[in-house]
């Protein structure tokens, strides 16, 4: 009930009462897109485990902590269809919250949008197989990015081509002298 004393809700997701938490959307939401509610400053663990139908996932603007396995969708359950996910410019790691570390969770995350705020980007997230670009915001202290590939902030470490990537053919930066660990 809006207005209540402990939650509160917004489009059929759970929050607290004043909307500084998200704690969970429903398994059974219908919505394909979905943007955190503004004064949203922590997502629940688990708080959109299994939500099928969601496609458009943006954690909204004023995010800065990730609860455990935010997006997990167990290897034996359904995948996740969620496309394309949008961190917040609060956020400083992508990865490890967003599956709990277990490479096994699926998701069909083709476009993952990184902000200048992001000094890390973990394994467990860009080696995803369905991951086709990764776009990095400009002026990024740690990343920056070029036809949906990763690279550090000045580009002198190719970071990641995502795995799926769309490009036939792709030349490497000019100021590129290293290709990351993974």
């Known amino acids: 009930e809006e207005g209540g004393k402990s939650y509160s809700s917004d489009q059929g997701v759970l929050y607290n009462a004043d909307k500084t938490t998200l704690v ?11 943007e955190v509610n503004e004064a949203t400053e922590t997502i629940g663990d688990n708080a959109f485990d299994s939500c099928q139908s969601l496609k458009e996932l943006n954690l909204g603007k004023n995010v800065k ?5 935010v997006l997990a969708s167990p290897y034996y359950g359904p995948v996740m269809q969620i496309t394309k996910l949008i961190v917040s410019d609060n956020i400083e790691e992508v990865g490890e919250n967003l599956y709990g ?10 476009t993952l949008e990184v902000p200048a705020s992001v000094t890390k980007v973990l394994p467990v997230f860009y080696n995803r197989l369905s991951l086709k670009e990764i776009n990095a915001e400009e002026g990024g202290k740690s990343y920056s990015s070029e ?6 902030a000045d580009k002198t470490t190719l970071v990641r081509c995502p795995a799926s990537t769309e490009l036939e053919k792709y030349e490497v930066n000019e100021a590129t002298v290293t290709r990351g660990d993974n």
């Open 24 to 34: 969970r959307c429903p398994v059974s939401t219908e919505l394909e897109k979905y």
């Open 65 to 69: 902590k990730l609860g455990k396995k």
């Open 101 to 110: 570390g277990n490479s096994n969770y699926q998701t069909q995350i083709t």
């Open 147 to 152: 036809q949906g590939v990763l690279y550090n």
